[in-house]
C-alpha cells in the first residue's frame, strides 16, 4: 500500500514565475491536507480538502494560492507569480476520513525561489 | 483560535535515559493530540497519539498522557536510543474541525 506521494519533491522557480505541486492521497483515504514548514519551525495549516470540494482554506493566503482535489487525479496546490517568501517546504497529508482521524503525510515538496 | 506551546526547543539526553517534551493548548474544545517524529529532509511520521476521552496511552518506549483541565499533555520516551534523535512535533485540532495546528518542535538528540 503506497503511502502519499508528492511531486515534485524538489522545485525552483524564479520569482513571478507559477509553482504547480502536486499530492496523490494514500489508497481509500478522501481527505486531504495542505501544510507549509518553514526552516526550524513547525507545519502551518494552508487548506482541507475533500474530492471536489474545499472544506477548510482559512490558512492560505488570499492571494496567489489555490487548491484543488479534482473527481480523478492528485491534489494540486497552485502558487502564482510566486516570491522569495514562498520559498518552503510544502507538505500534504491524507485520511481516510475527517473528523480527528490519523493524517499521514507525504515526502514534501522542496519550493525555492530564486 | 488554537494556540500549541510546546518546551522545551532542544533536549539532549544520554543514551537509555528518559525524554519528557510537553505541550499546552488554549482552545478547551480540542479532541485530538498527535505526536509527529520528522528526521532531516523526511516526513513528518505519526508515532503516537490521544483523544480526549482517554488520560494516558503507551506504545512500548512511547507514552503520551493529556490533563484536559489543566490543557497540556506529554510525549514520554523511555530508554532512548541514537535513532530516537529528530525533532519532535505535537499537535492539536482546533475546536471541532480537522484543522491540525503545529507546536514549534523539539530537537531531541541521544548521546550514545
Known amino acids: 500500500n503506497a503511502g502519499v506521494m508528492q511531486n515534485p519533491r524538489h522545485l525552483v522557480r524564479r520569482r513571478g514565475q507559477e509553482a504547480r505541486l502536486r499530492c496523490s492521497p494514500m489508497?481509500?483515504?478522501?481527505?486531504v491536507y495542505w501544510y507549509r514548514q518553514l526552516p526550524e519551525e513547525g507545519l502551518k495549516f494552508m487548506v482541507y480538502l475533500q474530492k471536489e470540494n474545499i472544506i477548510d482554506e482559512s490558512g492560505m493566503p488570499k492571494e496567489r494560492f489555490s487548491a484543488e482535489f479534482p473527481k480523478e487525479g492528485p491534489s494540486i496546490l497552485r502558487i502564482q507569480q510566486v516570491v522569495r517568501g514562498d520559498s518552503a517546504a510544502y507538505f500534504c497529508?491524507?485520511?481516510?476520513?475527517?473528523?480527528?482521524?490519523?493524517?499521514?503525510f507525504g515526502p514534501g515538496t522542496r519550493l525555492t525561489v530564486t | 483560535g488554537e494556540n500549541v506551546e510546546q518546551h522545551p526547543s532542544t533536549l539532549s539526553v544520554q543514551e537509555g535515559d528518559s525524554a519528557v517534551i510537553k505541550c499546552t493548548y488554549s482552545d478547551s474544545a480540542s479532541n485530538y493530540f498527535p505526536w509527529y517524529k520528522q528526521e532531516l529532509g523526511k516526513r513528518p511520521q505519526l508515532i503516537i497519539d490521544?483523544?480526549?476521552?482517554?488520560g494516558e496511552k503507551k506504545d512500548q518506549r512511547i507514552a503520551v498522557t493529556l490533563n484536559k483541565t489543566a490543557k497540556h499533555f506529554s510525549l514520554h520516551i523511555t530508554e532512548t536510543q541514537p535513532e530516537d534523535s529528530a525533532v519532535y512535533f505535537c499537535?492539536?485540532?482546533?475546536?471541532?474541525?480537522?484543522?491540525?495546528?503545529f507546536g514549534k518542535g523539539t530537537k531531541l538528540t541521544v548521546n550514545p
Open positions: 490521544i483523544r480526549s476521552n482517554v
Open positions: 489508497k481509500g483515504h478522501s481527505h
Open positions: 499537535a492539536a485540532t482546533q475546536g471541532g474541525s480537522e484543522k491540525l495546528v
Open positions: 497529508a491524507s485520511s481516510p476520513r475527517g473528523h480527528t482521524y490519523e493524517q499521514y
